[in-house]
């Protein structure tokens, strides 16, 4: 028996495979260059819109906070992300605004009772030379001094209901109990003042907790007490009736008085920081008590409507309904 045992080399398939390796290779690489100018197209084109954003927002200052970002026409995260950015713009702006407004009115308010009081003094001090001189010029110094403070108050409250209802704590309370002690604060500093509150519900459905409810007892104290100030303030008897009644979930709180009343074409401007109707020479007052009983009465989720006619005096309806009623909030 034999055994052969036999060699060859295929010069053929191994210059076929040599040819196909290098065919991997240079397909392998520009398959590496195509994906990389592919991927660089779509992450350009993907990340555009945010590299638009990014420019916009630094365009945007203190100084322009009334600019906005470009909406996309096409609504997907992109969209979502600019209308986030412009509805946070909004806030800022509005929080700005309030804080300039805010400063510019106390630089504004304050400039003539003090300007008055230092020119009463001086003249106190060059002309006066009897003793009763000195006690006119002295009450006339404790007037303006009187009336800076109550300004500054007034404006320490206003600037209280512009916060955030975020940044405001909130508490579990009873409505009547704080418009007693509104009035008792009232009556302490107005002994001629006469105020009745009234309980407008029907026996049957007297409940102590129709009249619980969830807020900020200061701020809601403040507006109560603006509002009885003001009706007592403008009637001739310095008489306020407050009726209260509840209705299902709503809560209303009406302020009546039979004063000098308001003109129908002043009633969309009464509630203006400063605004003061044309009976302001009737009483002295600074225009703000108004404007902070709208905002508490805003913050705490409530509406306040005025119906007035001249000489036959005025109803401002406060108006609470279910959602800032305590169960719906606690």
Request: glycine letters at 4%; charged letters at 25%.
């Amino acid at each position: 028996n034999f055994y052969i045992i036999g060699s060859a080399v295929d010069v053929t398939g191994l210059a076929h495979i040599k040819e196909f390796r290098n065919d991997i290779i240079v397909v392998y690489i520009i398959s590496v260059l195509i994906i990389f100018v592919i991927g660089f197209l779509f992450s350009y084109y993907t990340l555009k819109p945010l590299k638009d954003i990014i420019v916009q927002i630094r365009d945007i200052s203190e100084h322009n906070l009334h600019k906005r970002l470009i909406v996309p026409k096409a609504k997907d995260e992109i969209y979502e992300l600019t209308e986030t950015f412009n509805s946070t713009f909004n806030r800022l702006e509005k929080s700005f605004s309030n804080h300039r407004q805010f400063v510019t009115t106390i630089s504004h308010e304050f400039r003539t009772p003090l300007s008055t009081l230092i020119a009463e003094l001086e003249l106190a001090k060059e002309l006066n030379v009897t003793l009763d001189d000195y006690k006119i010029s002295i009450n006339n110094a404790l007037q303006d001094a009187t009336h800076a403070s109550q300004l500054s108050s007034a404006l320490l409250d206003f600037a209280r209901a512009s916060y955030d209802a975020s940044q405001i704590s909130f508490t579990d309370l009873r409505v009547d109990e704080i418009l007693a002690d509104a009035k008792v604060d009232l009556l302490q500093k107005n002994q001629d003042y006469r105020i009745g509150i009234h309980y407008m519900d029907n026996m049957a459905d007297k409940d102590e907790s129709n009249y619980d409810f969830y807020g900020n007892p200061y701020l809601l104290q403040v507006a109560f007490l603006n509002l009885m100030e003001n009706a007592c303030k403008y009637s001739a008897d310095r008489s306020c009736r407050v009726e209260i009644e509840v209705h299902g979930k709503t809560l209303k709180i009406r302020f009546i008085d039979h004063g000098v009343g308001i003109d129908e074409k002043e009633l969309d401007k009464i509630f203006d920081l400063f605004y003061r109707g044309a009976n302001k020479h009737d009483e002295k007052g600074n225009g703000i008590g108004l404007s902070i009983v709208k905002r508490i009465i805003e913050m705490h989720h409530g509406s306040i409507l005025l119906t007035s006619a001249p000489g036959e005096g005025s109803v401002f309806q406060v108006r609470f309904c279910s959602d800032n009623k305590k169960s719906s909030l606690t």
